[in-house]
């Protein structure tokens, strides 16, 4: 079993900024990638940012530029840094832990509980 654990979210003006963390724990042998994940009421849980333990990163077309993924080796996390945020980056964030091929996510994955992030205007 693999514990995910993400921290970081907040309450931030428009064009501010916000550190995500994701920290992993367990059975993390064969886990290969790391990824963010947002979800507003009503909808589809997106694709935020992903990396692979090879360096490779995804990103959601609404937040290239702005926000960055990088991984922590040391610490066994992964951070999502966010800047220029928008009040349409509202949502709760979640950290998903698994195993990448290509662009596919295969065999288990593992959520963390999420992270409310909130952008005023």
């Known amino acids: 079993q693999v514990h995910v654990v993400e921290s970081g979210g907040g309450l931030v003006q428009a064009g501010g900024s916000l550190r995500l963390s994701c920290a992993a724990s367990?059975?993390?042998?064969?886990?290969?990638?790391r990824g963010w994940y947002r979800q507003v009421p009503g909808k589809q849980r997106e694709l935020v940012a992903s990396?692979?333990?090879?360096?490779?990163?995804n990103y959601a077309d609404s937040v290239k530029g702005r926000f960055t993924i990088s991984r922590d080796n040391a610490a066994n996390t992964v951070v999502l840094q966010m800047n220029s945020l928008k009040p349409e980056d509202t949502a709760v964030y979640y950290c998903?832990?698994?195993?990448?091929?290509?662009?596919?996510?295969?065999?288990?994955?593992?959520w963390g509980q999420g992270t409310q992030v909130t952008v005023s205007s």
């Open positions: 998903r832990a698994g195993r990448i091929h290509g662009a596919t996510w295969i065999g288990n994955t593992y």
């Open positions: 990396i692979t333990s090879g360096d490779i990163t």
């Open positions: 367990g059975s993390i042998f064969g886990i290969n990638a």
